[in-house]
């Protein structure tokens, strides 16, 4: 499956409905991390419906005990392609006797491609396709390789968002031992390097206000991802030397410390009642 202009060329996959590609045919440069490395085998999944995983891998609902992998279900499945506009590349999926032994609930996914000038649209639709409440919640971990051209290193490269702002950040404690702390952080641009990533596994900010954050090195080569509606952004590399960078919007997180709440009232969990339909999208502008 792929989507093609005089420009750009886009792949995708059925193994979790995942971004293979995204090629500039002038430039060769390919955008998105291949998977291809020792430090992570994914390449963009989708979260769900857990971002993370609970502090101790399983959950209970009614009374019963389900494991899931983490950050879910849709990233380890094998997505169907489905009728499809022109310039569109749709493909879903709905539950079955196996994803219920996980998550005992009853849905259809869908994942909607489309591709104009240099921008990809991704459009998500989750709906409740049983008779009682779903909880949820919903994240996104596209990986863009940094560096994207020769003689340019990782710490080259900078994360700008639209506009200053003030968020919080949210820091686990590293062991877990303890609730995750918050810390106010004035900022507009995050210079990567490797040493973040060591103080700081995962960035993970609430109440950013840009609309979008934009990805960029020293020959101007880059990304730029809109997010509007997500109440946390998270950026991720694994370690040194890894050549590529997420970054994530997320609408819940995974637990950071053991967690007493219920799998309905986890932070960050979402509601959908019986045949209503969970939208969101994102975008990425590549250059």
Known sequence: MKLENERYVATFTTK????????DKVTGIQYMYQGDTPYWSGKNPTLFPMVGSTFNKEYTIEGKTYKMKNHGLIRYMDLKELPSD?????M????DEETKKQYPFDFHYEIHYALQDATLTIRYRIT????KEMPFTFGLHP?????????????????RFANPETLIQVIP???GKQPYREKEVSLQQIHLDYALFEKDPTL????VKSAYATLSGPK????????SGYPLFAVWTPKARAPFVCLEPWFGHGDFSEVKEDFYHREGTMLLSEGKTFTCAYTVEFF
């Open 86 to 90: 022109a310039g569109e590349v749709v």
């Open 220 to 227: 101007g080569h880059g990304v730029k991802i809109s997010f």
């Open 92 to 95: 879903g999926m709905d539950s």
């Open 204 to 207: 993970i900010y609430k109440g």
């Open 173 to 175: 404690d590293k062991e």
């Open 143 to 159: 990986g863009f390789l940094c560096p994207l051209c020769e003689d340019e290193k990782f710490e080259d490269y900078t994360i």
């Open 16 to 23: 979790g409905g995942e971004i293979a590609s995204f090629t």
């Open 128 to 131: 409740n396709t049983g008779n």
